[in-house]
Structures are given as C-alpha cells and as structure tokens.
C-alpha cells in the first residue's frame, strides 16, 4: 500500500463548478495534512494545511479531513481555468516525521 | 516572508562533470532543509535533509557520495550533483520548514526548483 494515494487524474470541470480531490494515507500517526498546487515545470506552492478533524474553509478552498478514515479532501469552489495544476496531497508527522507527497491530481479546468 | 532562494533555475551540463544547486533562506533561517527531486509526470520524491551544521540524513536508495549535500549556515543549503549522468536529469527542489506564530501552524515553503538536464 503507498503511503499518499490520489487518483492521478486527469479530473476535469467545468468553470464553476466544484472540484473535490480526495487523498487517503497510510500512517496513522500523521499529524498535519498539507494540499499543494504545482503548475507544470513549477515547484510547488502551500494552498491549505489542516490539523483537526473536519472542515476548514480559506476562500474558495474547504479543507476536510477525517482521521479515523485516514482521508483528506479538498474542494475548490467556482472553479476557475487559472485552478488546472497538479494538487498534491502531503501528510506529515507519523513514524516518519517527514512531509511525503502523494501522486498528485490532475485538475482541468474547462472554460 | 519565508521565502527560499534556488539556483540556477535550469542547467544543461555534460556527462561526467559535477553541478552545485544552492537554496538561500532570505528572510527566516533554515535549521533543516530538505532535497527533493521529481521526475516526469512523478510525485516529489525526497532524497535527503540537510541540517545545519552536520551530516545530511539520505533516503534509502539514495547515493550520498553522488549527492553531496552541505548546510554549513542557517540560511544556505547546497545539492551537489557529481558526475552526473543523463539518469540524473530531472527537477531538483528544495524546502524548508517554516514555524508560524501558533507552535501547531506551520507549512514548507519551496524554492523554485532546478530543472538539470545532462547530455
């Protein structure tokens, strides 16, 4: 079983609609949970983090996260076309204290 | 502010010869940095961590006398590439962690990423 699990995608929507990404992980003890965006040929940028159980909502993102299911989501609202990237899933903390990505999504966004 | 610095943002070398990658903290000092490196259509995989003043802790696989990774300050990391080979071309990223205000807050911030291209 890898450690991050996400569907590779290509996920695509069209503008403005709701884009939900899912992530599950392995290691139970992962304390943070990170989403990143990547354009392509770039590194990676922070969109969210969350730490306790539920929703967190910044904007036009809702974090969600449930540890018992050991899966994290995030959603985008009024997805734009700017939003087509590679949303990577990173869990930290855990019996490995490092910060592992996930395979990463592909979001397309269709004007 | 936590931003990190990465040069050179690309570089094409010859086969055989070494290529020196450095990541600058400018407004934060890095403690720990970490290496990463990402192929095509692949998720980043971390190589190693550096931490200030001491040896770096490599990822198992992960050639320590190819990579040569030195931290000799709390805001510079540096990522050796020697003797590289056309295998090692890829996107070489580095980040540090960043403590936020709240002891539980924080995130990692990434320099740009070098993308080496060995022929």
Known sequence: QKEVEQNSGPLSVPEGAIASLNCTYSDRGSQSFFWYRQYSGKSPELIMSIYSNGDKEDGRFTAQLNKASQYVSLLIRDSQPSDSATYLCAPWGGATNKLIFGTGTLLAVQP | ?119
Not at chain 2, 52 to 80: P, R, W
């Open chain 2, 1 to 119: 502010g936590a931003v990190v610095s990465q040069h050179p943002s690309w570089v094409i070398c010859k086969s055989g010869t070494s290529v020196k990658i450095e990541c600058r903290s400018l407004d934060f000092q890095a403690t720990t940095m970490f290496w990463y490196r990402q192929f095509p259509k692949q998720s980043l995989m971390l190589m190693a961590t550096s931490n200030e003043g001491s040896k770096a802790t490599y990822e198992q696989g992960v050639e320590k006398d190819k990579f040569l990774i030195n931290h000799a300050s709390l805001t510079l990391s540096t990522l050796t590439v020697t003797s590289a080979h056309p295998e090692d071309s890829s996107f070489y990223i580095c980040s540090a962690r960043v403590r936020g205000h709240n002891p539980s807050n924080y995130g990692y911030t990434f320099g740009s990423g070098t993308r080496l291209t060995v022929v």
